[in-house]
């Protein structure tokens, strides 16, 4: 069965730090790009970081860039978040979702992916 699974979520003060965990199953994690996707209450989902499946290169919005590193580790199907130096506007549940198609370069269109996890809640505030 095909699942995403996001973990590592939680309340941060503004400044500090936490990673998310995104542990697939059911797929060959190397043969796809993975993203993370974030929605805050009222706002539409905005893409935050994707890596790509081969040459595992990484793409970043421009409000995280700097303070935030996707990584995965496919033999451990996992794909990691590291967010560091947070900021309340960070607060959002997070997303990871899988590419539609195989060994494709990563893009933060949500249209371009398929399978989605049941999202992590991040709250930056003191």
């Known amino acids: 069965q095909l699942q995403l699974v996001e973990s590592g979520g939680g309340l941060v003060q503004p400044g500090g730090s936490l990673r998310l965990s995104c542990a697939v199953s059911?797929?060959?994690?190397?043969?796809?790009?993975i993203a993370w996707f974030r929605q805050a209450p009222g706002k539409e989902r905005e893409g935050v970081s994707c890596i790509s499946s081969t040459d595992t290169r990484t793409s970043y919005a421009d409000s995280v860039k700097g303070r935030f590193t996707i990584s995965r580790d496919n033999a451990k199907k996992t794909v990691y978040l590291q967010m560091n130096s947070l900021k309340p506007e960070d607060t959002a549940v997070y997303y990871c979702?899988?590419?539609?198609?195989?060994?494709?370069?990563?893009?933060?269109?949500?249209?371009?992916?398929?399978?989605w996890g049941q999202g992590t809640q991040v709250t930056v505030s003191s």
């Open positions: 979702a899988r590419d539609k198609q195989v060994f494709r370069r990563c893009v933060m269109r949500s249209d371009d992916y398929a399978y």
């Open positions: 059911g797929f060959t994690l190397d043969y796809y790009a």
